[in-house]
T-cell receptor
């Protein structure tokens, strides 16, 4: 079946950039999403990118999409302690619009 | 109150108990979902309701029984659960199902522990 993979952990120093990576298998995915889950909370949509785009920037967030390699990344500039969370990558299948989720990457901020 | 609200936030139940999880959305959405979140595993979509009709049931055991009495409320009835069912159960809603670009709004989840 379709699959989305992410590393489980990423540790960065406060003030550095964080880059969270994701790979997916369905080349026809129309939309790719990044969700953020803070401790004790549900998931919140951070940003998304349509499959005909290579890059999307929104303040400190930059999403890069490499369709050829089926690779998605989320860059967070100037990482702050408030960015500590689990970041989920999800791909929307073109066939039935169902979301396929990754297992989430826990972002750990070191002082 | 706005958004997606789930109750209770925490639930501990024995394997012979019957309990229900409740979800309420005040967003005017037509679709509601139940997800299971286990540590270090992808989110598992359990059920989807669109306009109060179940449209997806992803091979979920019958000990989980959803109910959608109206477009604002969604329940998950639990009975004779197993310890491996312990997880965070997330409710979500979106404007429509299916949809090309339908953002899902999530509740805070119910942390379920089966003892």
């Amino acid at each position: 079946g379709e699959d989305v993979e992410q590393s489980l952990f990423l540790s960065v120093r406060e003030g550095d950039s964080s880059v969270i990576n994701c790979t997916y298998t369905d080349s026809s995915s129309t939309y790719l999403y990044w969700y953020k889950q803070e401790p004790g909370a549900g998931l919140q949509l951070l940003t998304y990118i349509f499959s005909n785009m290579d890059m999307k920037q929104d303040q400190r967030l930059t999403v890069l999409l490499n369709k050829k390699d089926k690779h998605l990344s989320l860059r967070i500039a100037d990482t702050q302690t408030g960015d500590s969370a689990i970041y989920f990558c999800a791909a929307k299948l073109d066939s039935n619009y169902q979301l396929i989720w990754g297992a989430g990457t826990k972002l750990i901020i070191k002082p | 109150e706005t958004g997606v609200t789930q109750t209770p936030r925490h639930l501990v139940m024995g394997m012979t108990n019957k309990k229900s999880l409740k979800c309420e959305q005040h967003l005017g959405h037509n679709a509601m979902y139940w997800y299971k979140q286990s540590a270090k595993k992808p989110l598992e979509l359990m059920f989807v309701y669109s306009l109060e009709e179940r449209v997806e049931n992803n091979s979920v055991p019958s000990r989980f029984s959803p109910e959608c009495p109206n477009s604002s409320h969604l329940f998950l009835h639990l009975h004779t659960l197993q310890p491996e069912d312990s997880a965070l159960y997330l409710c979500a809603s979106s404007q429509d199902w299916p949809g090309v670009n339908t953002e899902a709004f999530f509740g805070q989840g119910t942390r379920l522990t089966v003892v």
